[in-house]
């Protein structure tokens, strides 16, 4: 299977984060997904908390916007926020609707304490913190996804035929998707070249904590933990 194998630190992250990521590749809702036979309750579940993450995750876009200490890299900020807020929940929505989930459903969602939790993570990390860890936060999202998308495909290249997940599949498998992940890391790389062992610790430290929010959002949706009232 194609990964990204780019100089520097993001080896380094990409190597330690291993034994977190393949929990979230093994995960039975993402092998659900890939093999198809989640239910559709779960995966409508998961679309509606998905949406809400969404929008606080493209906050991260904006803030990374006003960080950037040149032109080239807020308007690529400026870019993605655009992207997922004028096409990408387009997208979301238009996808929610053959579940059965309406616009009107997922404005309403309330996000769950992991959902929650995970998102002021990375907005309190965002705000207090550099650039540098604005981006160890962003990028598990979307380079696990990615690799997840990849794995899927490989995975039941057999199976893909009649698997109602086969549009989710693709979109995190492409090329399109890649570029994301692709452009965060090179950041992440240039961001990271000639720190101190004691800031790219605390980068890392953001990259793994966020990537285990990761595994707890995966199960909280197979296992719906909502607030409990």
């Known amino acids: 299977m194609e990964t990204i194998q780019t100089k520097r630190f993001s080896n380094r992250l990409y190597e330690n984060v291993q034994p977190i990521w393949k929990k979230n590749h093994n995960h039975p809702f993402v092998q659900g997904i890939g093999d ?3 239910s559709k309750e779960l995966f409508s579940y998961y679309m509606k908390q998905d949406y809400v993450y969404l929008i ?3 906050k ?3 803030i990374g916007a006003q960080k950037a200490k040149d032109v080239s890299t807020m308007q690529k900020f400026s870019q993605l926020l655009n992207e997922t ?3 990408e929940m387009d997208v979301h929505r238009t996808y929610a609707s053959k579940f059965g989930i309406f616009p009107e459903e997922l404005e309403k969602t309330i996000p769950t304490p992991i959902n929650l939790s995970y998102t ?3 907005l309190n990390v965002a705000h207090n913190g550099t650039l540098a860890e604005l981006v160890s936060c962003l990028l598990p ?3 696990d996804y990615w690799e997840i998308g990849k794995l899927l495909k490989s995975q039941f290249a057999n199976q893909l035929e009649g ?3 086969v549009d989710w599949i693709n979109t995190y498998s492409s090329n399109e998707f890649g570029s994301l992940a692709i452009w965060l890391i090179e950041l992440m790389d240039d961001l990271a070249d000639g ?3 004691r800031e790219l610790s605390i980068l890392e430290k953001h990259f793994q904590t966020t990537s285990r929010f990761e595994y707890l959002f995966w199960d909280m949706l197979y296992h719906k933990k909502d607030w409990p009232l």
Request: with cysteine; proline share 8%.
């Open 195 to 197: 720190k101190p062992e």
């Open 141 to 143: 999202c979307a380079w």
């Open 163 to 165: 698997n109602p997940y």
């Open 85 to 87: 807020l004028h096409f």
């Open 56 to 58: 606080e995750y493209s």
């Open 36 to 38: 198809g036979t989640l």
């Open 120 to 122: 002021n993570y990375m």
């Open 60 to 62: 991260l876009f904006a």
